[in-house]
């Protein structure tokens, strides 16, 4: 695998990895419907992806969960990685599954620069297209199937609705990443309020400790499945 010869200095770079070359050429094809977006490069396994997202700092990286050499979750741990390696660079993963331990992985530090899509929305150009576009402002993009798969008993349509207004911004600030000790000092609180409104934020959103998916991992995707769309 190796970097494309592109024309387009302006728009959004994105490199794509998956195994499959018939997914990796639908997701090409996809993309190059879009002047904007311009395909730097593809890979086929986790070092490979690595390596490429290292020598062409794309803005997105959209990348199969599953790859060589395991074949179990290399797309969450790309997305892990570059968290902490490459922060400007936004991730999207396709999956077949529907599984909250990926939720979790991919989420786990904020949800600003995410997205977590079905493959099946390959097809769907307008879908794929937007969630890079969202994902590479900083945005987050969950797909309403995985949504309603890991949240499967939550039918109210704004479950925020409990929440004081104080919590919500607490809420918000967890869904972009924060730390505690950030939240409290964005909203100019102690950290110890800052904990009090979350354990509060957990109670009325009914949200129990579960070792399938994170609270706070739960709390944010309840709040993203609550965005206008």
């Known amino acids: 695998m190796g970097s494309l010869d592109t ?4 728009g959004v770079k994105v490199v794509v990895a998956e195994d499959s070359m018939l997914i990796r050429d639908s997701v090409v094809r996809a993309l190059s419907t879009d ?12 070092d490979s992806t690595l390596d490429m997202v290292h020598r062409q700092r ?12 395991t074949g179990t979750d290399e797309g969450v741990r790309l997305a892990r990685e570059l968290r902490t390696r490459l922060p400007e660079t936004g991730v999207i993963v396709l999956t077949h599954y529907a599984e909250s ?5 991919l989420l786990d530090g904020g949800s600003a620069g995410r997205g ?7 097809a769907r150009f307008d879908q794929l297209l937007n969630a890079v576009h969202v994902v590479a402002d900083g945005g ?14 939550r039918r109210d349509s704004d479950p925020l609705h409990r929440l004081t207004t104080r ?5 918000g600030e967890i869904a972009l990443g924060g730390s505690n000790q950030v939240v409290a000092r964005r909203l100019g609180l102690s950290q110890r ?18 070792p399938a998916l994170d609270q706070r991992v739960t709390a944010v995707l309840m709040f993203l499945a609550a965005q206008p769309r």
Request: a negative charge; proline letters at 6%.
């Open 193 to 210: 309020a800052v904990q009090k409104h979350i354990n509060s934020i957990f109670a009325k959103l009914g949200i129990t400790l579960d």
């Open 140 to 153: 987050s993009v969950l797909d309403p199937l995985i949504m309603e798969a890991l949240l499967p008993n």
């Open 167 to 171: 919590e919500r911004e607490v809420l």
């Open 116 to 122: 977590y899509l079905l493959k099946e929305r390959i």
């Open 101 to 105: 331990a990926y939720a979790t992985g």
């Open 58 to 69: 794309p803005d997105i990286l959209v990348t199969d969960v599953r790859m060589p050499p």
């Open 35 to 46: 002047s904007s977006i311009e395909v730097v490069g593809v890979a086929a396994d986790y």
């Open 7 to 10: 024309v387009n200095a302006s």
